[in-house]
């Protein structure tokens, strides 16, 4: 069964940092591209960052971008973002998600973990 | 940049057609043909329904259906069932290599 589990979420102050897991399996992991989808309550969703299956590209939204990293162990079919200076609009339920076939679409999903920046 | 534009909500009956608008620039939408559609039901993860415009995943009904005109794609579900009652969100990738959302449209079945 193909499957993403993500881990690593908490409740943080602005200024923290954190960093999420996303375990995979049933496929062959490196094979694909793996995003970050994040969904603040009751609110829509956003694309956040892309890492390509050799984890050679990485690209971010403007939103993020110099605050959080994406990488990935390949050896451990595992995807990471690490996210630093945290403010409260970072609040959300994060996604990890599949590449379907290069075409920037979303076919396997994970739960998400929740993230709360707040003093 | 700014989220690609849907209408906060559409309703339909049973039975019907409905379609939801993605508007975007040539930037995105307009540029490419990897716009892609997803249907979430509350508290659970979406799901994919069209990638590529036009195309269905394994297992999507063919009652799923998208299309693109300039700057503008759509998603089409005729025969509306009262399981499809959900948000729906289009995406594409833009000249940034980026990705960007739609606002969602919550679909309500009459």
């Known amino acids: 069964e193909v499957q993403l589990v993500e881990s690593g979420g908490g409740m943080i102050q602005p200024g923290g940092s954190l960093r999420l897991s996303c375990a995979a399996s049933?496929?062959?992991?490196?094979?694909?591209?793996m995003h970050w989808v994040r969904q603040a309550p009751g609110k829509g969703l956003e694309w956040v960052s892309l890492i390509s299956g050799d984890g050679g590209n990485t690209y971010y939204a403007d939103s993020v971008q110099g605050r959080f990293t994406v990488s990935r162990d390949n050896s451990k079919n595992s995807l990471y973002l690490q996210m630093n200076s945290l403010r409260p609009e970072d609040a959300a339920l994060y996604y990890c998600a599949k590449d379907y076939e290069a075409t920037d679409a979303f076919d396997v999903w994970g739960q998400g973990t929740m993230v709360t920046v707040s003093s | 940049q700014s989220a690609l534009t849907q209408p906060a909500s559409v309703s339909g009956s049973p039975g019907q057609s409905i379609t939801i608008s993605c508007t975007g620039t040539?930037?995105?939408?307009?540029?490419?043909?990897?716009v892609s559609w997803y249907q979430q039901h509350p508290g659970k993860a979406p799901k994919l329904m069209i990638y590529e415009v036009s195309n269905r995943p394994s297992g999507v009904p063919d009652r799923f259906s998208g299309s693109k005109s300039g700057n503008t794609a759509s998603l089409i579900i005729s025969g509306l069932q009262a399981e499809d009652e959900a948000d729906y969100y289009c995406s594409s990738y833009t000249s940034s290599t980026t990705v960007l959302f739609g606002g969602g449209t919550k679909l309500t079945v009459l």
């Open positions: 049933g496929f062959t992991f490196d094979d694909y591209a």
């Open positions: 040539s930037r995105d939408v307009g540029g490419y043909n990897y």
